[in-house]
């Protein structure tokens, strides 16, 4: 068993998207990874894909989501489960907190399969 405290995940933040991965393999992870997020009001996530399911929960907040050119709507306390490899886009509308999940070690990439490197993977 592993505790990680809050105090040492770090922030990172990129166009209005503020992230901090709280079970990475940096801090004891092994088969599952989940991030914490704050989104500013009319920021989005750039579209990408992973390439195992993600699970997203919203804490706060809400706004849309397109995945694989079908849009859908979220507010808090919804979960928005995606399946490997849609192209998906998030949206917030309002100031919006999540948490998401996946499989440890996806790849992530944009559209074009350029692979994203994400910070708070670490």
Not at 11 to 21: D, F
Not at 73 to 98: C, K, M, W
Request: proline residues 7%; glycine residues 10%; hydrophobic residues 40%.
């Amino acid at each position: 068993m592993i505790v990680f405290p809050q105090d040492e995940n770090r922030l990172h933040s990129m166009q209005g998207n503020h992230i901090a991965g709280v079970a990475t393999p940096g801090s004891g992870a092994r088969q599952v990874e989940m991030w914490r997020g704050h989104m500013e009001a009319g920021s989005a996530t750039p579209p990408h894909r992973h390439s195992g399911e993600e699970v997203v929960l919203f804490l706060t907040g809400s706004g849309r989501a397109t995945v694989d050119g079908q849009e859908v709507r979220y507010a808090a306390g919804d979960t928005l489960i995606l399946p490997a490899n849609a192209v998906h886009q998030i949206f917030a509308e309002t100031e919006s907190s999540f948490v998401s999940a996946m499989p440890l070690g996806d790849t992530v990439s944009l559209p074009d399969g350029t692979v994203m490197d994400l910070p708070w993977r670490a």
